[in-house]
C-alpha cells in the first residue's frame, strides 16, 4: 500500500481544478484494501475511492480526506457456447474493457464505448449512453463492505440499480467496489434504439458489426463532448429530471415539442438538454473560464487554469434558471465535496 500527503487533485480529475487530498493511498490487491480503511479510521477522515476521476469536483481548498486508488486491473474472459462471462477489476479504465469486449466480438458494451472513468466508478454510477445502461450486463459485485469488515458478493438485483445510480452511490461510505462481472454474448445483436445511432445506419446495407456500432458510437460522441486534452470536464453535469404525471402536463403543455420518456417504475425523464436548448437558450452562458459546452449544454466545460469556484458558480446560476423557468430543480450527474455540495443547487 503506497501513502501519499497534499496530492493535487487538479492532477487527478478530469475537470483538472481542485485543490490537494490530504492523502491519496493506492492499493495493488484485494488484501490492501482493509488496511487502507483501517488506515482512514485511523485519521478519522472519509475514505473516498476515486477512480479516473471522471465524476468529481473538489474545491479549490481541498478535501481533507482519504481518497482511494484502486490499482487493480485484471480482466477475465470465460466461454461458454456463445455466452461469456467477463470479469473486471475496479480499477480497469472502463473503454479499455470496452475495447477489448468488442475486439473479442462479444456483444454487450459497445453502446457505452469512450466514456472516461474506470469499471468501479462505472458500477457506482450505472453509467449509461445511447440507449444502453451498464446495470443490464451486470451479473455480480464483489466489494468490500466497511460495515461488516470483509469481501461480500452482491447479486445485481442486490446493487438496486436505477438512473445513474445503485446502492453503492446511496450508501457511499459503506461499499468499495473490487471487481464486476458482466454477462456478453457473441449473437450479432445491434442496439440502435437511440436517435443518433438509428440516424447514423439509416443508409446501411445489413446490420452494423459489434466493431461499426463501437466505432458510430465514438465519432457521435467526439462531436458532442469537449476533447479532454484541450479541455476540463466532467461529462454531462445534471441529471435528466423525473417528474410526476402532474408535471409532465403542465411542461407539455408549455413545450409541445419537447420530447418525453416514460419510464417502466413510472415518472417521466425529461431531456434537460432540451429544456436548456428551447426553453432558456443558455449554451453560450459562461462564468469566469467555465462554460456551457456549445454542442451539449449539459457538459459543463473549463479552460485550462481554472478554478472550481467557476463551475460552482455556473452551475448555480443554471440551477436558478430552470427553476425560475420549469420549477424543477434540477440534481448533480457529478459528485461533489466540501462547501461545494452544500451551495451548488441552491436557487435564490
Known amino acids: 500500500m503506497e ?61 481533507d480526506a482519504v481518497f482511494l486508488n484502486i490499482a487493480m486491473h485484471d480482466v477475465s474472459f470465460t466461454v461458454n457456447g456463445t455466452n461469456s462471462i467477463c470479469i473486471a477489476e475496479a480499477g480497469v479504465l472502463w473503454d479499455a474493457l470496452v475495447e477489448e469486449s468488442v475486439e473479442k466480438g462479444f456483444w454487450g458494451l459497445e453502446n457505452l464505448s469512450s466514456i472516461p472513468g474506470t469499471v468501479g466508478a462505472g458500477v457506482v454510477q450505472n453509467i449509461g449512453a445511447y440507449g444502453s445502461a451498464l446495470s443490464e450486463r451486470v451479473i455480480a459485485v464483489d466489494v468490500y463492505d466497511t460495515k461488516q469488515g470483509k469481501i461480500r458478493t452482491l447479486t445485481s438485483l442486490e446493487c438496486e440499480f436505477g438512473y445513474r445510480t445503485s446502492i453503492f452511490k446511496k450508501e457511499v461510505d459503506r461499499y468499495i467496489v473490487v471487481r464486476v462481472s458482466f454477462a456478453l454474448t457473441t449473437d450479432a445483436n445491434p442496439n440502435l434504439s437511440y436517435r443518433d445511432l438509428k440516424n447514423y445506419f439509416a443508409h446501411a446495407q445489413g446490420a452494423p458489426s459489434i466493431h461499426e456500432v463501437r466505432e458510430a458510437v465514438i465519432e457521435i460522441r467526439k462531436g458532442k463532448f469537449p476533447p479532454l486534452d484541450t479541455f476540463g470536464t466532467a461529462g454531462s453535469f445534471f441529471l435528466n429530471p423525473i417528474v410526476d404525471d402532474e408535471k409532465t402536463r403542465e411542461l407539455s403543455e408549455r413545450y409541445p415539442l419537447m420530447p418525453l420518456f416514460p419510464l417502466p417504475e413510472g415518472g417521466v425523464k425529461l431531456p434537460l438538454a432540451w429544456i436548456f436548448d428551447h426553453a432558456l437558450s443558455l449554451k453560450k452562458l459562461r462564468v469566469g473560464k467555465a462554460f456551457l459546452w456549445e454542442k451539449q449544454a449539459l457538459v459543463i466545460t ?35 465535496f466540501g462547501a461545494e455540495k452544500k451551495i451548488v443547487f441552491k436557487n435564490k
Request: aromatic share 4%; proline share 8%; no cysteine.
Open 302 to 336: 473549463v479552460e485550462p487554469n481554472s478554478m472550481s469556484e467557476d463551475v460552482v458558480l455556473l452551475a448555480s446560476e443554471v440551477a436558478r434558471l430552470v427553476f425560475e423557468k420549469t420549477g424543477i430543480q434540477i440534481t448533480p450527474e457529478v459528485r461533489l
Open 3 to 63: 501513502i501519499l500527503e497534499n496530492v493535487p487533485l487538479s492532477t487527478r480529475t478530469t475537470f483538472h481544478t481542485g485543490g490537494p487530498a490530504r492523502f491519496l493511498v493506492t492499493v495493488k490487491s484485494e488484501a490492501e484494501i482493509p488496511q487502507a480503511v483501517e488506515f482512514a479510521k485511523e485519521k478519522g477522515l472519509p475514505l473516498i475511492p476515486i477512480g479516473a476521476g471522471s465524476n468529481m469536483l473538489v474545491p479549490d481548498s481541498g478535501v
